[in-house]
């Protein structure tokens, strides 16, 4: 099995492996070519995107500067609005739903790196994926760490960092992020 294999399967993988390197730099190469664009330069950027991203729908828009690792296990629905700033570490599936709007300054992280020292000198890791679910809305600032999953509807306040599952149809908040209310979505 591939170290790309093993990343995507969510397998211990060594990430300095020389073709994960090439992949990293094609999308990183990708990344500078759309964030130098001038903002009209639409058909421009809609062709980088449909190069470095795995999957999207209609109407997705990545303001500069976007930031990612590989782009081919970055999935977006319809109608998906990324503003400026993000960072995706996509060494496992960031998958978004339809209608989901994202503030400036979010990271989605999937890397997990060990927490034994010894261990984590070898370069090792692990990734999980992150799943955005439809109509949600992520405030500025806010992190979202490996594994996690955002119900349909929910509202993630500004600046939290979401180590956990959120559920659908709540407002949640906080470091770390937490449900605060009920959404009636009826």
Not at 7 to 30: C, T, V
Not at 146 to 173: C, H, L, M, Q, R
Request: glycine share 8%; with cysteine.
């Amino acid at each position: 099995m591939t170290e790309k294999e093993k990343m995507i399967n969510g397998e211990k993988y060594y990430p300095m492996d020389k073709s994960l390197e090439q992949d990293r730099f094609l999308a990183k190469s990708l990344c500078m070519e759309y964030n130098a664009l001038y903002p009209d330069q639409i058909e421009k950027k809609n062709e980088i995107l449909t190069r470095l991203v795995g999957k999207r729908g209609k109407n997705l828009t990545i303001e500069p500067n976007f930031f990612c690792d590989y782009g081919y296990n970055l999935e977006f629905g319809e109608t998906v609005y990324i503003n400026h700033n993000s960072v995706f570490l996509d060494c496992a599936k960031i998958i978004f739903g339809d209608n989901v709007f994202v503030g400036p300054n979010c990271g989605f992280y999937t890397a997990i790196h060990p927490i034994n020292a010894k261990e984590r000198n070898t370069w090792i890791e692990s990734a999980k994926p992150i799943n955005i679910g439809n109509n949600v809305w992520i405030g500025g600032n806010v992190v979202i760490l490996p594994g996690v999953t955002i119900g349909d509807n929910s509202v993630i306040g500004a600046g939290s960092v979401v180590t956990k599952d959120i559920p659908s149809d709540v407002v949640a908040v906080g470091n770390p992020c937490k449900p605060i209310k009920q959404i009636d979505n009826k």
